[in-house]
C-alpha cells in the first residue's frame, strides 16, 4: 500500500470539498427561512416574467470563438511553467517554445483569414462550396444557408 | 558482349509492346518495319553474343543472366533469367535470324490486308514468346515461353477468323497443344518433386538421386508435351489445319520456331534421357513412325501448302528419331538445315500463292517456272536440299540423324531411309506439279469470282476431314482484277528473304560435316551442352562413304521418280490413293473414336451431373454465403449506441479471456 | 522517479542543472517535421493570399511535400540499411527497417491521395486548403506510429492520426450523410481511444514503464506471476488498435464512415489508418510483447477469422459499391491481421508487404470509385457501373485491374500479398486460420468480380435507367423497407426522377436513415435531387495521372515482384 501513500492529499481534498459542500447546503437548509413567494420561484428573480423559453439555438461563432479561446488557454498553459524554468531550458527550450508558438501562431492566422472573429454580417466565407439546389440528399431538412433562396 | 543476352528477348517485346497500342496509329507499312527492325536487332545481339560466347574456352560457354525472382515460397524459387549456353545461343540465332527474313517477307505479303499491323503484334509477341522458351534458365521460363507461342500460334492460325476454316483450325492448335502442354506441366511437377528445383543447371546436378522408373516418367512425360508442340504421332494433325494463316504465319511455325520447341526441350533434357534409355527408345520409334506416315501422307495431298505441312511433321519426325537415339547434334543439325530450307518452301509457296491470287491447289498450278524465274529456282534448290541431294545441307544433315539410326538397330535406320525416298518423291512431285508441266490455270480462272469454289479439290471432298478447307480461300486480299492472273516474282522484301534462304538452304550443310574431326563445327559447338550424353559411335571414314553413298542413292531414287513421274502429267489417280488424301482417317477416326464420345459425355455431364448437382451444390454455397451475409448485415442498423455496444462486447470478451488465462 | 524521468531515460540526455533535457535528432523525424511544416505552410499561403488558390495549387504543394517527405524518408531508410537501426529523442522514436517503411508508405500515400483528392475537390467546386492539411497532419500522425517507441507517443500519433480524419470524413457539407459519418466516427474514435488510453495505463501500471523497449526487456527479464493487469492493459491495446484498423467486432463505424464520407478521403483514411494502426501493431507485439505471445496469438487469431469472413460475407449483399469497399477493406484488414497472427518475422515481412499492395490499391479504387461517383459524390450504387467499360474504357480498365488485385489475381501485386499472408500463416502452422482466410477470399472475389462484370458487360440503357433497377439494400432500413419501393423500379423514369431515386437507395444503402424518417424522406424526395449523368464522369488529368502510378505500380510488382518484396523483408529489421 506504501505506494499509494502519496495520493492521500488528494483524497484529502475530496473528502474536504465534498464535507465543505455537505455542510453549506445543510446550514442553508437548517439555518435559512424558508418562505418562497411566486416571485422568488420564477428563473429571473430579475422581476420580468419571462414571455417563452430561452432560445436554444446559438450563432456558431460562439463555439468557435470558444474554442480559440481554448487553444490560447492551452498555449498559456504551455508558457507559464516554461518561463518558470526558462533559465534551465536555455536554447533548447526556446527553440521548442518558439516552434510551438509559431505553430499556434500559423493556425491563429488561418482561423482570422477564414472570418472566424468577424462578428456580424457574413463578409466573407472562405470555402466555397457550391450549393446543391433544393435540399441535401440525406437530409428533409432545409439546410440553411445552402438552398439558393436563403443565400446570405 | 554477352552480358547483353538479355536484350535478345527484350527487342521483341519492346516491338509487342510499342505496336500494342500504338500499331494502329502507326499503320502499314511502317508498323511492319518496325517489328522488322526489333527482331534484326535482336539478331544482331544474338550475333554478338554468339561471337563472345565462341570466344571463351569450351568450358566456360555457359552462363546464367538472373533478373529477377518472380516467385519464392519455400524451397521452389523461381527466377526469371536466361541460361546463355551453345545450344540455346544455336537456338536464338536462328530463331531471330529466320523470323527476321519472315518479318521482312510479311511486309509484302500481308501488304494489302486490312488487319496489316495486328499481324505484326502477334508476330513479336510469337518471336519473344519462342526466345523465352530457348533462352529461359528454368522450366517455368521456358514453360511460359511455351505458352506463349501456343496462345500465339492461336492468334495467327485464326488471323482470318472470319473464315470459319481458320477458326476452328486455330481452335484444334490450341487444343492439341494443350494435351501436350498437360504433359509438360506433369513433367515439371514431377521434376520439383523429385529434384526439389525447376532450374535446369541444378535440376541435371541432381539427377543422381531420382531413381530411373520416375526419369522414365519424367522423360515421357515431356516427350508428350513435345509431341504436342512438335506434331508427333499422336497429336499431329494440328499441323496440316494450321495452314490456315497466313503463309508467313506457317512458315514461321513450322521452320523457324514453334514446332522446334519440342526438339528443343527434348534436347535440353538430354541428361534425362541418357539415364532413361527406355524412354528414348520411344522417342526415336516414335520420331521414325511420325517421319514415314507424315511422308505417305504428304505424297498424296493436293494443296501446295499440306505438302508441305506434312512434309515438316516428317521431318520432325527424323529429329525426334535423332534424339531417341542419343545424337542431339544431328537432331539440332537437322533442325537449323530444315528451318533454311522449310522457311524457304514456306516463303516459296507464298510467293506461288500470292502470284496466283491465292490459289493453293497444285493441280491448278503448273509452267510457273517461266513466269517467276527466282521462285523457280530456289524452290527448286530448297527441293532438292529436302530430298537430300548433295552438297545441299539436307544431304548431311539428314544424313547424319540415318547414320545414328543404324546404329541402334537397322530397322530404325530402314524405316528412316523409306522416309527419306519418300521425301524426295513428294516434293518434287510439288515442284514439278507448281513450275513445270502444262499451265493449267490461264483457263481456269477467267472470273476471279468464281470464288473459293468447293468442288475444284475433288478428292477432298469431305468436309469432315478438313482437307477442302486449304482451298477455300477468300482471303482479304482479293484485289485483282477479274480478268485473269499475272504471276510474276514478287517484290524485292520477299525476294530478298527467298535469295538469302536459298544461300542458306545450299551451303547450311557445311557447318557439320562428317568427313574429318575437324569439319564437326557444330558438335564440337554444342558439346558443353550434349556432350555428356551424346552417342559415340564413330564410323571408319569407309562406312562414312558407304552411308554417304547409300543416302545420295536414296535421296535421288525420291527426287528422280518424281521427276519421272510428274513432269508432265498431272493426274495420277493410282498414285495418289484416297486413304492417303485422307491422311489415313486419321481426323476422321479421331473425331469418331474421341470427339463424338467425348461429346456425347459432356452433353450428359452438362445435363445430369452439371445441372443437377454441382449447379446445385454451387448455387447452395452461394445462397449460404448470401443469406449469412444477409443476417450478419443485420447487425449494420445504423446507429451508434449498437456500434458502441459491439464495440464494448467486444472488449469484454477479449478481456474475459485474458482474465481467463492470468495467474490472478 | 517521476514518469516523465522514466521517459527521458538518462542514457541520451543532457543534464543541466537537475533538469534532464532530451536530445532530439531532428533527422529522424525529419518526415513528420516536412509533412507539419508544409502543412502550416500551406495554411500560411491560404490565410495571406488575397484570393482564393485554385486546389491545384494546394494539390501541386502538397505532392511536393510528400516528395519531400518521400526523400527523407528514403535517406532515413539507407541509413538505417547501412548503420542499423537507432533510436532517437530520448528513446520515444525508433528508427528502423520497419519504421521507414512506414514513413515510405506514408509518404507515398500523400502524393497518390493528393492526386485524387485534386480531381474531386476540382469536380465538387471545393475550395480551400483544408483537406490538404488535414490529409498531411493525418499522415504525420501514421509515420509517428509507426516510429513511435513508447506508449505515449503512439497514443499521441493515433490521436494526430485520427482527430484530421473524423473532420475529413465529415468535410462534404452538402450531403448530411458526411456529417453523420464524421460525428459517428467521431464518437467510436473518441470511444476506442479511452479504451487504448486505458490500456496503456494499465500496462504503465503493471511494468512500470511506457517505453516500448523498456517494457520489452522488462517482460524478457521477469516473469510477472499475477499478471491479469498486464494482460489486461494488452487487451485493450489490442482493442484499440482493432478498432483503427477495423477489425471485427470494432469495425461496425466502417460502412457507415467509408460511405459518408467524401470519397478520396475514404481511399486516404482507409490506406492511412491502417498503415499507422498496424504499424504501431506490429511493433507493440513484436517487439514489446513477444512473450505474451501465447496469449495475444488467440486473441488475433479470432479476430481475423471474425475479420475475414464478416468482410468477405456481407460485401457479397452490398448493391453500393461504397459500402462493398468498405466491407472488402474490412476483408483486407483480416488477410493482414493474418501475418501480424503468425507472430513471425515472416509474417510481419507479409503483412508489410500486404500493407504496401493495400494502401496502393485501395487509393486507386476508391480514386476511380469518386470519379464515377459523378458531381455531388451520389452515384455509387453498383449500377452506375453498368456498362462503364463501352464508355470510359481506360477507367474501367483501371478499375479492373485494381478490382482483380484485391480479389488476388496472378500477376498483380494483390496475388503475392495474399499468398504471403497465408504461406506465413501455414508456416505459424495456423491451418485453420490460413483455410479460412482462403475460403473468404473465394467468397471475396465473388463481389469483385461482379463489378467488373458489371463494368463490362451488359451496355447501360439510357443513362435515365441508371438508378432505377435497385433493390433497396439498406442496412439501416428495417426488412420491411424492401416493400416500399418497388414502385421505384418501374417508374417510366426521367432523370431527376431517377436520380432521386438512386438518391434514396443510397440513403437507404448507407444505413445512414434512421427507420422512422424514411418514409418521410420517401414522400419528400419528390423533386429534383443531385442529378448524375454521364456528362459528369470526366477525369481530371489529375486522376489519370494518380491512376497511372496506382495501375502501374500494381501490374509491374506483380509481375517483377522482388523489389517490394525486398524491401518488406528489410524492413522486419527490428530495433
Not at chain 2, 540415318?402 to 524426295?424: D, K, Q, S
Not at chain 3, 490521436?159 to 453523420?180: H, K, N, T, W
Not at chain 3, 442529378?531 to 502510378?549: C, E, F, R, T, Y
Amino acid at each position: 500500500m506504501g505506494s499509494l501513500d502519496s495520493y492521500l492529499p488528494i483524497l484529502f481534498l475530496f473528502v474536504l470539498a465534498f464535507g465543505f459542500t455537505a455542510f453549506s447546503l445543510a446550514a442553508s437548509k437548517l439555518l435559512a427561512p424558508q418562505r418562497p413567494t411566486a416571485a422568488k420561484e420564477a428563473p429571473y428573480e430579475c422581476g420580468i416574467v419571462p414571455s417563452h423559453e430561452p432560445p436554444q439555438r446559438f450563432p456558431v461563432r460562439f463555439y468557435l470563438v470558444s474554442m480559440i479561446f481554448v487553444i490560447f488557454d492551452i498555449e498559456v498553459i504551455f508558457l507559464f511553467p516554461w518561463a518558470v524554468v526558462y533559465g534551465q531550458l536555455g536554447r533548447f527550450g526556446l527553440v521548442e517554445i518558439i516552434v510551438f508558438a509559431a505553430a499556434v501562431f500559423f493556425s491563429f492566422v488561418y482561423l482570422v483569414s477564414n472570418g472566424a472573429l468577424d462578428w456580424g454580417p457574413l463578409k466573407r466565407v472562405q470555402r466555397v462550396v457550391r450549393p446543391i439546389g433544393g435540399r441535401t440528399s440525406q437530409s428533409t431538412v432545409r439546410r440553411i444557408g445552402s438552398s439558393s433562396d436563403e443565400a446570405a | 558482349m554477352i552480358h547483353a543476352a538479355f536484350l535478345i528477348p527484350l527487342f521483341p517485346l519492346v516491338g509487342f509492346a510499342v505496336l500494342a497500342p500504338f500499331g494502329r496509329k502507326l499503320g502499314r507499312p511502317l508498323a511492319g518495319w518496325l517489328a522488322t527492325a526489333m527482331v534484326a536487332a535482336s539478331f544482331v545481339v544474338t550475333v554478338l553474343v554468339f561471337a563472345g560466347l565462341f570466344q571463351r574456352p569450351p568450358a566456360d560457354r555457359s552462363f546464367t543472366q538472373h533478373f529477377f525472382t518472380w516467385l519464392s515460397v519455400d524451397h521452389l524459387h523461381v527466377g526469371v533469367g536466361v541460361l546463355v549456353d551453345p545450344l540455346s545461343m544455336t537456338m536464338a540465332s536462328f530463331i531471330t535470324g529466320v523470323s527476321a527474313l519472315i518479318h521482312l517477307y510479311s511486309i509484302g505479303y500481308m501488304e494489302h490486308d486490312e488487319q496489316f499491323p495486328k499481324f505484326f503484334v502477334y508476330l513479336n509477341l510469337f518471336v519473344f514468346s519462342m526466345l523465352m522458351l530457348v533462352l529461359g534458365d528454368n522450366f517455368i521460363v521456358s514453360f511460359f515461353g511455351w505458352e506463349g507461342v501456343g496462345v500465339c500460334s492461336f492468334f495467327l492460325i485464326s488471323f482470318w477468323f472470319d473464315r470459319p476454316a481458320a477458326a476452328s483450325a486455330g481452335k484444334k492448335a490450341m487444343i492439341y497443344n494443350r494435351i501436350g502442354d498437360a504433359g509438360f506441366l506433369l513433367a515439371i511437377f514431377l521434376v520439383f518433386e523429385r529434384t526439389g528445383s525447376v532450374t535446369y543447371t541444378t535440376v541435371f546436378a541432381r539427377l543422381g538421386q531420382v531413381g530411373t522408373p520416375s526419369l522414365v516418367a519424367i522423360a515421357l512425360l515431356f516427350f508428350l508435351g513435345a509431341a504436342g508442340k512438335s506434331a508427333q504421332i499422336p497429336l499431329y494433325p494440328w499441323l496440316a489445319d494450321a495452314m490456315e494463316g497466313p503463309t508467313p504465319v506457317s512458315a514461321l511455325i513450322h521452320a523457324a520456331t514453334m514446332v522446334t520447341a519440342g526438339v528443343y526441350l527434348m534436347t535440353r533434357i538430354n541428361p534425362i534421357l541418357h539415364l532413361a534409355p527406355d524412354a528414348a527408345h520411344v522417342v526415336a520409334w516414335v520420331g521414325a513412325g511420325t517421319a514415314l506416315l507424315a511422308a505417305t501422307i504428304a505424297t498424296s495431298q493436293d494443296d501446295i501448302k499440306k505438302v508441305l505441312a506434312y512434309s515438316t511433321v516428317s521431318q520432325l519426325g527424323f529429329m525426334f528419331m535423332a534424339v531417341g537415339v542419343g545424337a542431339y547434334v544431328a537432331a539440332i543439325f537437322l533442325m537449323l538445315t530444315h528451318a533454311f530450307y522449310k522457311a524457304l518452301l514456306f516463303l516459296g509457296a507464298g510467293s506461288v500463292i500470292h502470284a496466283m491470287d491465292d490459289e493453293q491447289d497444285l493441280k491448278k498450278m503448273g509452267a510457273l517456272a517461266k513466269v517467276m524465274p527466282v521462285t523457280a529456282v530456289t524452290f527448286l534448290i530448297a527441293w532438292l536440299s529436302i530430298a537430300g541431294i548433295p552438297p545441299f545441307s539436307g544431304f548431311w544433315s539428314k544424313g547424319d540423324v540415318l547414320e545414328n539410326a543404324w546404329t541402334l538397330t537397322p530397322a530404325l535406320w530402314a524405316v528412316g531411309a523409306a522416309a527419306a525416298v519418300l521425301t524426295g518423291y513428294y516434293m518434287g512431285r510439288e515442284y514439278a506439279l507448281v513450275f513445270l508441266g502444262r499451265r493449267r490455270w490461264v483457263e481456269r480462272r477467267p472470273v476471279a469470282a468464281a470464288g473459293p469454289a468447293h468442288g475444284a479439290v475433288p478428292v477432298d471432298a469431305d468436309p469432315g476431314a478438313g482437307g477442302a478447307r486449304g482451298t477455300a480461300s477468300t482471303g482479304s486480299e482479293r484485289h485483282h482484277g477479274e480478268e485473269g492472273l499475272h504471276p510474276h516474282d514478287p517484290r524485292w522484301v520477299m525476294r530478298l528473304p527467298l535469295l538469302v534462304l536459298a544461300v542458306l538452304a545450299v551451303f547450311g550443310g557445311f557447318i557439320n560435316l562428317p568427313f574429318h574431326p575437324s569439319f564437326v563445327f557444330l558438335e564440337r559447338w554444342l558439346d558443353p551442352v550434349v556432350g555428356a550424353s551424346l552417342l559415340n559411335h564413330h564410323y571408319s571414314t569407309g562406312q562414312q562413304w558407304a552411308f554417304a553413298l547409300v543416302d545420295a542413292a536414296i535421296a535421288v531414287t525420291g527426287a528422280g521418280s518424281a521427276y519421272l513421274l510428274w513432269r508432265r502429267r498431272s493426274d495420277r489417280p493410282e498414285l495418289e490413293p484416297r486413304f492417303l488424301a485422307m491422311a489415313w482417317f486419321i481426323d476422321w477416326s479421331f473425331d469418331h473414336l474421341i470427339a463424338r464420345p467425348s461429346t456425347a459425355l459432356a452433353s450428359f455431364t452438362a445435363a445430369v451431373v452439371e445441372g443437377r448437382v454441382i449447379d446445385r451444390a454451387v448455387d447452395g454455397t452461394a445462397g449460404l454465403v448470401r443469406s449469412s451475409g444477409r443476417v450478419l448485415r443485420r447487425i449494420q442498423n445504423g446507429y451508434v449506441r449498437s456500434y458502441a455496444l459491439g464495440l464494448v462486447a467486444g472488449v469484454v470478451a477479449i478481456v474475459a479471456f485474458v482474465l481467463s488465462r492470468a495467474g490472478v | 522517479m517521476s514518469p516523465l524521468a522514466a521517459l527521458l531515460s538518462p542514457a541520451h540526455l543532457l543534464a543541466a542543472n537537475g533538469l534532464v533535457l532530451p536530445h532530439v535528432n531532428y533527422t529522424a523525424i525529419m518526415p513528420e517535421l516536412i509533412l507539419l511544416g508544409g502543412m502550416l505552410l500551406l495554411l500560411g499561403i491560404s490565410a495571406v493570399s488575397p484570393r482564393h488558390l485554385p486546389t491545384q495549387v494546394y494539390a501541386t504543394a502538397t505532392a511536393g511535400i510528400g516528395i519531400a517527405s518521400l526523400i527523407a524518408s528514403l535517406v532515413l531508410w539507407h541509413d538505417v540499411q547501412k548503420g542499423g537501426p537507432f533510436s532517437a529523442v530520448a528513446r520515444a522514436v525508433d528508427i528502423d527497417g520497419f519504421a521507414t517503411l512506414v514513413l515510405v508508405l506514408c509518404s507515398c500515400v500523400v502524393i497518390l491521395g493528393a492526386f485524387f483528392a485534386a480531381g474531386f475537390l476540382e469536380r465538387e467546386q471545393v475550395q480551400g486548403v483544408e483537406y490538404y492539411a488535414l490529409a498531411l497532419i493525418s499522415a504525420s500522425g501514421a509515420m509517428l506510429m509507426g516510429s513511435a517507441n513508447d506508449l505515449i507517443l503512439v497514443f499521441l500519433g493515433l490521436e494526430i492520426l485520427s482527430i484530421p480524419l473524423y473532420v475529413m470524413a465529415g468535410l462534404d457539407q452538402r450531403r448530411a450523410a458526411s456529417g453523420e459519418a464524421a460525428m459517428k466516427y467521431f464518437l467510436l474514435g473518441a470511444f476506442s481511444s479511452a479504451v487504448f488510453v486505458y490500456g496503456i495505463a494499465l500496462t504503465y501500471g503493471a511494468t512500470g514503464s511506457t517505453n516500448l523497449a523498456s517494457i520489452g526487456s522488462f517482460l524478457a527479464q521477469n516473469v510477472v506471476v499475477s499478471n491479469g493487469v498486464l494482460l489486461g492493459g494488452l487487451a485493450l491495446l489490442l482493442v484499440g488498435f482493432g478498432f483503427k484498423v477495423a477489425a471485427v467486432p470494432f469495425h461496425m463505424w466502417t460502412p457507415d464512415v467509408y460511405a459518408g464520407s467524401p470519397t478520396p478521403a475514404v481511399g486516404f483514411m482507409a490506406a492511412v489508418a491502417k498503415i499507422g494502426a498496424f504499424g504501431a501493431l506490429l511493433r507493440v507485439l513484436f517487439s514489446t510483447f513477444p512473450t505474451l505471445r501465447t496469449s495475444w496469438q488467440p486473441i488475433l487469431w479470432a479476430l481475423a477469422i471474425l475479420t475475414l469472413l464478416l468482410g468477405a460475407l456481407v460485401a457479397v449483399v452490398q448493391r453500393d459499391v461504397k459500402r462493398m469497399l468498405a466491407y472488402s477493406s474490412i476483408n483486407h484488414a483480416g488477410f493482414i491481421l493474418l501475418g501480424v497472427q503468425a507472430g513471425t518475422s515472416r509474417g510481419a515481412e507479409a503483412s508489410l508487404y500486404y500493407l504496401f499492395v493495400y494502401s496502393v490499391l485501395v487509393l486507386g479504387t476508391f480514386g476511380v470509385v469518386a470519379v464515377v461517383g459523378g458531381r455531388g459524390d451520389e452515384g455509387h450504387g453498383i449500377e452506375r457501373y453498368r456498362g462503364l467499360a463501352h464508355r470510359r474504357p481506360l477507367l474501367a480498365g483501371s478499375m479492373a485491374v485494381l478490382l482483380l488485385a484485391q480479389a488476388g489475381a496472378p500477376f498483380t501485386t494483390g496475388f503475392f500479398s495474399k499468398l504471403y499472408v497465408i504461406e506465413a500463416s501455414i508456416a505459424a502452422h495456423s491451418y485453420a486460420l490460413a483455410t479460412v482466410a482462403m475460403l473468404s477470399a473465394a467468397i471475396a472475389t465473388f463481389f469483385y468480380l461482379r463489378l467488373v462484370f458489371a463494368m463490362f458487360g451488359e451496355r447501360a440503357g439510357r443513362q435515365a435507367s441508371v438508378a432505377v433497377p435497385v433493390a433497396p439494400a439498406g442496412a439501416g432500413a428495417p426488412g420491411g423497407a424492401a416493400g416500399q419501393f418497388p414502385p421505384v423500379g418501374t417508374l417510366p423514369a426521367g432523370p431527376a426522377v431517377a436520380s432521386a431515386a438512386g438518391v434514396l437507395t443510397l440513403e437507404r444503402a448507407a444505413g445512414l436513415v434512421d427507420p422512422g424518417r424514411a418514409e418521410a424522406a420517401a414522400v419528400a424526395d419528390d423533386d429534383a435531387g443531385p442529378v448524375v449523368a454521364d456528362a459528369d464522369l470526366q477525369v481530371s488529368p489529375w486522376v489519370w495521372v494518380g491512376l497511372a502510378l496506382c495501375v502501374g505500380t500494381t501490374v509491374v510488382l506483380g509481375i517483377w515482384p522482388s523489389p517490394l518484396v525486398d524491401f518488406a523483408r528489410h524492413a522486419t529489421l527490428l530495433f
